[in-house]
């Protein structure tokens, strides 16, 4: 589960803490450090290397996958209109 904190470098919003930045570095995530919220993150030059190609990679995972779900009905359609021949 998931517990937020304030940010530390901003307060106004909220951040995770180093277990949760732990956990998403262990499923393919960046390496963040603790307490700082995303829009600090990405505002601090060191991180943004990781963040970029972190966002990068799952708008690219995101795409396949939605090519994937609309290339599935388009196959079956394909095999019920050969059917009728």
Known sequence: ?????????????TAYTEAD????????GP?????VCFPCAWRDPALQPA???YAERKKTET???????????LEFI???VESLW
């Open 51 to 53: 963040l970029r190609e």
């Open 1 to 13: 589960m998931a517990t937020t904190i304030p940010c530390t470098r901003c307060g106004k919003r």
């Open 78 to 80: 394909d095999r019920f």
């Open 63 to 73: 795409i396949c996958r939605a090519r994937e779900l609309l290339v599935r009905p």
């Open 31 to 35: 390496v963040l450090p603790g307490g």
């Open 21 to 28: 930045y732990v956990a998403l570095a262990a499923k393919g």
